[in-house]
């Protein structure tokens, strides 16, 4: 079963730009300049039910911009997406109850006085989480994420402010997790512990996750299949081990490696 | 009902998130009651034998610290900073936590106001009639949803400019001009009394204090609600199409 499906997904915007100096300046006023800056140019792929897909390229290749059209959060210029049957940009509520949508860089949004446990609530009311599974979910998450329910989210370090906007996303279960550097800023330690949390829940409940990191033993860990954008373009699609071959033999072995110590 | 507990969910919120920020709020109830209580001063010393221009002074501090708004910090910087995507991704209209957020402000202003309304009010030896605050309760109500439409409506300009706070710095000084902070309507020159009864700034600020010092209701909430729904629709326009540039360029 077939859960994302981009076909031929565009996405340019303009950008206004004018040269150094007083004269530019005031010239700009009068006639503005603008570039078209193409994010995404015609990328097709497809994830089926239960995948954990890695989204890899260097900064500013529209690993992000992808992430979020696919989340509701931005509207293509040209292209078709689905994401669970529904057009993302809608954003109805029944479709963003079933996915989630975590950035490593604004892990917890929201108000910053409350308490975890405060955030964790607002989430059940939101999401409509019955509260027997809401207990039930949250006493699994905090032994796994291990959260300290009292704490004021101001107060968090990354990796705590990571770990509750984990639990923020998975309290209500959903089907697809969008994950933009989860484990950026966090220290060897943290980003393990992330990583081994991830693939512990992708088995226990099949959800679909499309995950971008820069962090090699993040994707080699958690992704059999890779997906790689260059500069808005697909440049690769398929299985890990493939590209790892593609490589020099070098690279590979160290891929390899650090594969097998994340296990 | 389950947008009635998102509502107070969010209210209580936001009433703790701005319990840490408590001597923000005094100056903000500060900067509310200056420009009604330099009216009072001038207007009471224009008009020294005249107890109702204290009446309409008290209630127009204590109406403005009721209707505060300030989207043009709360939203609009959500636009700026993008941290209104985490909105957009929650199951619920966006407006709603706007609400929420306004209306704890709100509380917090008119808890902390209210000793200096108390205070003016006992100085000044004003009286209120209980039938006349009683009547301008509606009123009131309609001004503070006029107020936050009209605020958030020109906060809504964060999509296409990043200088909010001039814009809405001007909208707000044509509510002081023009919604009886400046001077009561009645005592203004004839044909800007006529302009200012038209336009929607009397109903924010004016129009309830004069009901609540005792002025003859004459059914002016038509009025209120007329604007009302003028702005509503305008917002929501204006909403769309913002929400259609941010969903387009991103943040």
Redesign the interface.
């Given at each position: 079963m077939t859960v994302v499906e981009v076909d031929e997904l565009a996405m340019s915007?303009r950008a206004p730009v004018r040269n150094g100096g007083l004269r530019a300046a005031l010239g700009s006023l009068v006639r503005r300049e603008y570039k078209t800056v193409q994010a995404l140019d015609q990328v097709s792929f497809t994830i089926g039910k239960g995948e954990v897909v890695g989204f890899i390229g260097p900064n500013g290749a529209g690993k992000t911009?992808t992430m979020?059209i696919l989340?509701?959060?931005?509207?293509p210029?040209a292209g078709r997406v689905a994401v669970l049957g529904d057009t993302p940009?809608q954003?109805r509520?029944?479709f963003?109850?079933r996915i989630a949508?975590v950035r490593g860089s604004?892990p917890v949004?929201?108000?910053?006085?409350?308490t975890v446990m405060?955030s964790l609530?607002?989430q059940r009311?939101?999401?409509?989480v019955a509260r027997p599974d809401f207990r039930r979910t949250l006493d699994e998450l905090q032994q796994l994420l291990d959260l300290q329910l009292d704490r004021q989210l101001r107060a968090l370090s990354l990796g705590e402010r990571m770990r509750v906007g984990l639990a923020m996303a998975l309290i209500y279960r959903p089907e697809v997790l969008f994950l933009d550097e989860p484990s950026i800023g966090l220290d060897v330690t943290a980003a393990a512990q992330i990583r081994r949390f991830i693939a512990d829940h992708v088995r226990t409940t099949g959800a679909t996750v499309l995950l971008t990191s820069h962090y090699v033993a993040d994707v080699t860990s958690l992704c059999e299949r890779l997906i790689l954008i260059d500069q808005g373009k697909l440049a690769y699609d398929g299985p890990f081990a493939e590209l790892s071959a593609r490589l020099s033999p070098y690279a590979a072995d160290l891929l390899e490696s650090l594969r097998e110590e994340d296990r | 009902m389950?947008t009635l507990?998102?509502l107070t969910?969010r209210i209580r919120?936001?009433v703790?998130?701005w319990?840490?920020a408590w001597w923000f709020l005094l100056t903000l109830v500060v900067q509310a009651v200056i420009a009604p209580l330099i009216g009072l001063f001038i207007w009471s010393a224009v008009y020294p034998d005249d107890p109702s221009i204290t009446r309409y002074y008290v209630a127009i501090i204590l109406v403005t610290l009721m209707t505060e708004s300030f989207e043009q910090h709360t939203f609009s910087n959500r636009v700026y900073d993008?941290?209104l995507?985490?909105?957009?991704?929650?199951?619920?209209p966006v407006v709603l936590g706007v609400i929420g957020e306004n209306l704890a402000i709100r509380g917090w202003l008119t808890l902390l106001g209210a000793p200096i309304v108390l205070v003016t009010a006992i100085a000044l030896h004003t009286t209120f009639a209980w039938q006349s605050v009683l009547l301008a309760i509606p009123g009131i109500a309609l001004a503070a949803v006029l107020i936050f439409l009209f605020t958030f409506l020109l906060s809504l300009t964060a999509f296409w400019t990043d200088r909010v706070h001039p814009v809405v710095g001007f909208g707000s000084q044509l509510a002081f001009l023009f919604g009886g902070t400046a001077a009561p309507i009645g005592l203004l020159p004839d044909g800007w009394a006529r302009i200012a009864e038209a336009l929607p700034f009397y109903g924010m600020h004016g129009l309830p204090a004069e009901i609540a010092s005792g002025k003859q209701y004459d059914g002016s909430l038509g009025y209120q609600l007329g604007w009302v729904a003028v702005l509503t629709i305008a917002a929501a326009a204006v909403w769309r199409a913002g929400i259609?540039r941010y969903?387009?360029?991103?943040s």
């Open positions: 915007y911009t979020k989340s509701g959060i931005l509207h210029t940009w954003r509520a029944p963003l109850k949508f604004q949004g929201g108000s910053q006085e409350l405060d609530e607002y009311l939101l999401y409509d | 389950r507990s998102l969910f919120q936001q703790l998130e319990s840490g993008g941290t995507s985490h909105e957009l991704l929650r199951p619920q259609r969903t387009a360029v991103g």
